[in-house]
């Protein structure tokens, strides 16, 4: 390698982090290694591979910068702290919980039982609302969406807490379940939209089983995964 | 050896040579590499860098008789406090290997 090499690679790494300037401050060190060495009478060549290679000493330089040791010590320190939440809070437990209550909240404020008290409503809508007064029918569209909420915030939860605990006993066995809950957050998310267009179609069957595409979804590739997981032998991550 | 451990030693060998004179960059890595054969001369002038920005040295251009100008480095008071902190520390880590009998 030549010196003019070197120096160039070196300038080139040095400048992914430094500006051109301080780059070049850095890089004067180096052209002064090379003049003194010169003059003891050393190779261009020799002085290179006895310098080091561009690239690693540009990383050494750069790892010593006082932002880079800050960043290690604060990602050091999120790290502990995630760790001591991840693995040995108790009140994380109780967090997780929170979504599955605001869904049986939500549940009981918009009158979630409602659908199931009048479940047929939901198929042929149009000849139901004749048989149904206006109140019950307008109250059937919240409280399945209600129940759909329920759904997703139950989900949510059960999926942090899958992987929480996954995590603390050191097992992946049950991740393959969060494919199903995962396919019925998103169902629910489309049943929820297909509510709204309920009144516009005469069997909401077709509509229903569309949105809920996703969950079946999750189910085959839960299936996959609780088979990929288990034709090897049992590990511990 | 283990690069921690190895820079902590270049630290120290480079803030002793310059606690006694100064020098420019070339001559310090020639003595550095009497004792660290195997050290890149390149990551001698990355702690000397370092030993600069944390304040331990400081440095000023100087002339030379045929021509480029060069860096001339002298340790600091903070350097001086540095320098004789590690050493007692080596000490005191070496009294502790010897006394375990391990050396």
């Given at each position: 390698?030549?010196?003019?090499?070197?120096?160039?690679?070196?300038?080139?790494?040095?400048?992914?982090?430094?500006?051109?300037?301080?780059?070049?401050?850095?890089?004067?060190?180096?052209?002064?290694?090379?003049?003194?060495?010169?003059?003891?009478?050393?190779s261009e060549d020799e002085l290179c591979r006895q310098c080091g290679e561009p690239k690693k000493l540009a990383m050494e330089i750069i790892g010593d910068t006082k932002a880079i040791k800050i960043r290690k010590i604060l990602s050091s320190k999120i790290i502990k702290s995630l760790d001591k939440v991840i693995y040995h809070s108790k009140a994380i437990i109780y967090l997780l919980l929170i979504p599955l209550l605001v869904g049986v909240i939500k549940w009981f404020v918009d009158s979630g039982w409602y659908y199931w008290k009048y479940p047929d409503m939901l198929w042929n809508f149009e000849s139901n609302l004749v048989k149904y007064n206006n109140i019950i029918t307008e109250k059937i569209g919240p409280s399945l969406a209600a129940n759909t909420w329920f759904m997703i915030f139950g989900s949510t939860t059960v999926i942090m807490l899958l992987i929480v605990l996954s995590l603390r006993q050191k097992t992946y066995r049950y991740l393959y379940l969060i494919a199903i809950f995962a396919g019925?957050?998103?169902?629910?998310?489309?049943?929820?939209?297909?509510?709204?267009?309920?009144?516009?179609?005469?069997?909401?069957?077709?509509?229903?089983?569309?949105?809920?595409?996703?969950?079946?979804?999750?189910?085959i590739l839960s299936a996959i995964l609780f088979i990929i997981i288990n034709i090897r032998k049992p590990r511990v991550i | 050896?283990?690069?921690?451990?190895?820079?902590?030693?270049?630290?120290?060998?480079?803030?002793?040579?310059?606690?006694?004179?100064?020098?420019?960059?070339?001559?310090?890595?020639?003595?550095?590499?009497?004792?660290?054969?195997?050290?890149?001369?390149?990551?001698?002038?990355?702690?000397?860098?370092?030993?600069?920005?944390?304040?331990?040295?400081?440095?000023?251009?100087?002339?030379?008789?045929?021509?480029?100008?060069?860096?001339?480095?002298?340790?600091?008071?903070?350097?001086?406090?540095?320098?004789?902190?590690?050493?007692?520390?080596?000490k005191s880590l070496c009294s502790i290997v010897q006394s375990m009998g391990i050396i």
């Open positions: 390698m030549t010196r003019k090499e070197f120096i160039n690679s070196l300038y080139k790494e040095l400048h992914h982090y430094f500006s051109s300037k301080d780059s070049k401050a850095i890089i004067m060190d180096y052209e002064e290694y090379f003049d003194a060495g010169i003059t003891e009478g050393k019925i957050i998103i169902s629910m998310n489309n049943v929820r939209y297909a509510l709204g267009q309920l009144a516009s179609k005469e069997r909401a069957l077709g509509l229903i089983l569309n949105a809920m595409k996703p969950f079946f979804i999750g189910i | 050896m283990d690069a921690q451990f190895k820079k902590g030693v270049l630290e120290m060998c480079i803030l002793y040579t310059l606690a006694k004179d100064e020098m420019y960059g070339y001559e310090i890595m020639r003595i550095v590499k009497n004792y660290f054969p195997d050290v890149y001369d390149g990551t001698i002038y990355t702690v000397l860098r370092r030993l600069a920005s944390d304040g331990y040295l400081d440095f000023y251009i100087g002339e030379t008789s045929d021509g480029p100008k060069r860096k001339y480095y002298f340790i600091t008071e903070n350097g001086n406090i540095y320098l004789n902190d590690n050493i007692e520390q080596w």
